[in-house]
């Protein structure tokens, strides 16, 4: 908690007060509320905290019972628990950085798939992404999946009637339909 906090060990005793100084207004009532049921059950909450220098840190807060049995606290002390910070900021971090660049590897794809769809089916541009919105919920694949069996067929199709019907069996999935278009 100390290091995490920027606090120097012997600086400060491990308080009620000392964590609710350090956690972000927004989540203050939520750790209060954890602390009066910590002590008869466990309890865990993901909440924003600010260390001495002002830093903000996404951390893992839990909460439990201290294993102390009553009998050997002290008379002034009401209840104590026991817990633990586990700093996920980084990892949250990296997660998000990586969530950000599948989705802009993907997007190409997808826009590519709409503007198949598009010329195929003569659609607008935000029909051409529920009809590639339905075919994907319909088969249980990513958008960016559909997309790309549409991608990777589009270059065997050929303007003409059998066009729509071999696309719309691309995007079904069906692999007949798929085999069915000839190699250029």
Not at 31 to 55: C, D, F, K, N, Y
Request: proline letters at 5%; glycine letters at 6%.
């Amino acid at each position: 908690m100390y290091a995490l906090l920027g606090r120097e060990q012997d600086a400060l005793a491990p308080s009620t007060a000392l964590l609710l100084h350090h956690v972000d207004p927004a989540h203050r009532a939520e750790v209060r509320a954890m602390l009066q049921e910590a002590p008869e059950r466990g309890v865990a909450a993901r909440i924003q905290v600010q260390t001495a220098s002002r830093r903000p840190r996404t951390v893992i807060l839990t909460l439990g019972p201290d294993g102390c049995p009553e009998t050997e606290r002290p008379s002034w002390l009401k209840r104590s628990v026991a817990g633990s910070l586990l700093d996920v900021t980084d990892s949250e971090r990296h997660a998000s950085t990586r969530a950000v660049r599948a989705a802009t590897n993907h997007r190409a794809t997808i826009e590519q798939a709409k503007g198949i769809a598009m010329t195929v089916y003569g659609l607008s541009e935000d029909a051409a992404f529920l009809l590639l919105s339905y075919f994907s919920q319909s088969r249980n694949l990513r958008l960016h999946q559909v997309a790309q069996q549409l991608v990777d067929q589009a270059a065997r199709l050929t303007p003409g009637r059998d066009c729509r019907r071999l696309a719309e069996g691309i995007l079904a999935g069906d692999q007949d339909a798929a085999a069915r278009v000839p190699r250029s």
